[in-house]
């Protein structure tokens, strides 16, 4: 019995998925390097870590070593909706749009190794920017702060890697939905910097209502997880005339029910990415 072996017309043995994947992620870097955007994000990467410094090392108030990182990890959130519009909001639609599909698409890959290849080279850029980020933080945090580091920091970076992941998978599925880059590049960012945010307040700020299924609620643990101790929900009253009275709500993710969340987004959406990618096909 002779194996089934794939082969193209020359008859060589053709790559297999994996390897596949692995070529389209490593082409995918290439772009990231040519068209600048890496270079661009660290470059802004550089910038936010240099006014927190400065802003820091200014401040009046002595800093520990874990208070000096929780200056800098509340802008982590910053980084990962950059680093998933860049590289995640026209992942997809860029094939199609750019007509650079009709070169990538009839050849013998399956279009699930071109979405894991372009999914692994996102990550991968969004990893390099956050280590990039975190070591910095650690870095200057035992130069300007006192005292001792605790393991909250690697807990807080686990929590950014798995909410920059989540990001990513949702750029994703706004990328294979969309036509145009422009617009999907514009919607991921706002999606995840404006919409997110401010339906969250009004269900739970406003409205009293714990936002735990809000993923930019869940991705906030980053941040929270490094305050000793860890925050609790409570709720403000402000008495804005006689009689009358306006309340707040201030409410705090759970750890693990965030962790839950994340990575429900993130599963259901880059599965929901593939099966729009394999349906679309290249129009006219």
Same mark, same amino acid.
């Given at each position: 019995m002779v194996a089934n072996v794939s082969s193209n017309s020359t008859g060589r043995a053709l790559p297999s998925d994996i390897q596949q994947s692995w070529v389209i992620a490593k082409y995918d870097v290439l772009k990231y390097l040519r068209s600048r955007r890496l270079l661009g994000i660290l470059v802004i990467e550089a910038l936010v870590l240099a006014l927190i410094t400065v802003l820091v =090392? +200014?401040?009046?108030?002595?800093? +520990?070593?874990?208070?000096? #990182? &929780?200056?800098? *990890?509340? %802008? +982590? =959130? $910053?980084? #990962?909706?950059? /680093? @998933?519009?860049? %590289? /995640?909001?026209? @992942? $997809? *639609? =860029? &094939?199609?749009?750019?007509? +650079?599909?009709?070169?990538? %698409?009839?050849?013998? *890959?399956k279009k699930s190794s071109i979405m894991a290849g372009k999914f692994v080279s996102s990550v991968a850029a969004m990893t390099l920017i956050l280590l990039v980020y975190y070591a910095v933080t650690i870095v200057a945090a035992f130069i300007l702060g006192d005292g001792s580091m605790s393991n909250r920091v690697f807990a807080s970076l686990g929590l950014a890697l798995l909410y920059g992941i989540t990001a990513l998978s949702v750029a994703f599925l706004i990328s294979s939905v969309m036509k145009g880059s422009t617009g999907a590049l514009i919607l991921t960012f706002a999606l995840f910097f404006l919409i997110f945010s401010i339906v969250t307040s009004l269900i739970g700020q406003l409205g009293g209502i714990k936002p735990w299924f809000m993923l930019d609620f869940a991705g906030s643990t980053l941040s929270y997880v490094m305050a000793d101790p860890y925050p609790v929900d409570s709720t403000l009253s402000f008495e804005i005339a006689p009689g009358q009275a306006f309340t707040t709500y201030l409410f705090y993710p759970e750890i693990g029910l965030s962790i839950a969340v994340m990575a429900v987004y993130a599963v259901a959406s880059i599965v929901l990415a593939y099966v729009f990618f394999r349906r679309r096909e290249m129009s006219a």
């Open positions: =090392s +200014t401040a009046d108030r002595p800093y +520990t070593v874990d208070g000096v #990182i &929780e200056q800098y *990890v509340g %802008f +982590t =959130s $910053i980084m #990962i909706i950059l /680093g @998933a519009t860049l %590289f /995640g909001g026209d @992942a $997809i *639609v =860029s &094939e199609y749009q750019g007509r +650079t599909g009709y070169l990538l %698409f009839p050849n013998p *890959v």
